[in-house]
T-cell receptor, first 110, second 116 residues
Framework: DAKTTQPPSMDCAEGRAANLPCNHSTISGNEYVYWYRQIHSQGPQYIIHGLKNNETNEMASLIITEDRKSSTLILPHATLRDTAVYYCIVRVVGTYKYIFGTGTRLKVLA | GAVVSQHPSRVICKSGTSVKIECRSLDFQATTMFWYRQFPKQSLMLMATSNEGSKATYEQGVEKDKFLINHASLTLSTLTVTSAHPEDSSFYIC????????????FGQGTRLTVV
């Protein structure tokens, strides 16, 4: 079973920050949180991952709560091309086997 | 970043025939690859784990005789859908990762299979 819970859909105005929440209350101490996105009819694209500390790269920021039970992906300035389904995944330790949840369908509005 | 390539991107086949889908890691060695299936408007469902040089591990409910997986080298895994039926029509996606412990898996672009 998927170990994450996300809202099914969100809208965001172009140019504004998109904040996508994820609940992973049963995460273990050595499990990573990964974020991917999938644009229609393509394979998932890696965005960012983290263990405990907040992370930032050229695409996004990842904020993980201190108890690690939830996280938020932040796209600082959303564009129309960021419209996609965003998946938050907890990686099973020792494997790259990903169990996908239902994801959040983000629509960026002009 | 690392690249995983799938071929073909689209295939149409007749009922009863078999179709082979290839997944290649282009610039790294992947001892393990994964195969997923995705139906319209649904999430990705893990089908099996492909292990180089050994038998694949299938998820519960996935028929191993219908979905044959071969991982003959560190850069190539193949999925063969045998005796395909219209209900096998789906989007098939593979993923692969390098051997470091704290890296991400990379996904192929997917293969759209339509069985007519």
């Amino acid at each position: 079973d998927a170990k994450t819970t996300q809202p099914p859909s969100m809208d965001c105005a172009e140019g504004r920050a998109a904040n996508l929440p994820c609940n992973h209350s049963t995460i273990s101490g050595n499990e990573y949180v990964y974020w991917y996105r999938q644009i229609h009819s393509q394979g998932p694209q890696y965005i960012i991952h983290g263990l405990k500390n907040n992370e930032t790269n050229e695409m996004a920021s990842l904020i993980i709560t201190e108890d690690r039970k939830s996280s938020t992906l932040i796209l600082p300035h959303a564009t129309l091309r960021d419209t996609a389904v965003y998946y938050c995944i907890v990686r099973v330790v020792g494997t790259y086997k990903y169990i996908f949840g239902t994801g959040t369908r983000l629509k960026v509005l002009a | 970043g690392a690249v995983v390539s799938q071929h073909p991107s689209r295939v149409i086949c007749k009922s009863g025939t078999s179709v082979k889908i290839e997944c290649r890691s282009l610039d790294f060695q992947a001892t393990t690859m994964f195969w997923y299936r995705q139906f319209p408007k649904q999430s990705l469902m893990l089908m099996a784990t492909s292990n180089e040089g050994s038998k694949a591990t299938y998820e519960q409910g996935v028929e191993k005789d219908k979905f044959l997986i071969n991982h003959a080298s560190l850069t190539l895994s193949t999925l063969t859908v045998t005796s395909a039926h219209p209900e096998d029509s789906s989007f098939y996606i593979c993923s692969a990762s390098g051997q470091a412990s704290n890296t991400e898996a990379f996904f192929g672009q997917g293969t759209r299979l339509t069985v007519v």
